[in-house]
């Protein structure tokens, strides 16, 4: 009966750790992203993936002006950037969940690293 016991509660607690890991993942709209990008294969967990070239010259660009200058124009510059890939990425979603294209999720998955560059920026 103990050794029951044991392996129920052993079972529960990582029923627990599960569920809560589904919840951190449900309520943050990134990791909801990164989660399906995976699921569907086009996302490698610790993976380095292509960008598009002319976004990295872009991004190189971005990251020697802000070495130069100092007086946060450049951020405010990456924070408009961000904020309007937000937004396609938003409209692109709203696509996705509407006709389940494998293309637009190509796009997306374009658009979700895009965002996560341009995060580590700010």
Not at 81 to 93: A, V
């Amino acid at each position: 009966m103990v050794m029951h016991n044991i392996d129920a509660h052993a079972s529960a607690l990582e029923m627990t750790a599960k569920i809560n890991q589904a919840y951190t993942v449900l309520k943050s709209f990134n990791k909801r992203l990164a989660y399906i990008l995976e699921l569907k294969g086009l996302l490698k967990h610790n993976q380095k993936e292509d960008l598009p070239m002319d976004f990295l010259m872009e991004m190189m660009d971005i990251n020697e002006e802000k070495e130069n200058n100092k007086n946060g124009e450049i951020e405010k510059e990456v924070q408009k950037k961000l904020s309007n890939l937000e937004n396609n990425l938003t409209d692109r979603c709203k696509e996705y969940d509407l006709t389940q294209s494998p293309n637009v999720l190509s796009e997306i998955k374009i658009l979700y690293l895009k965002r996560q560059y341009l995060k580590r920026l700010l």
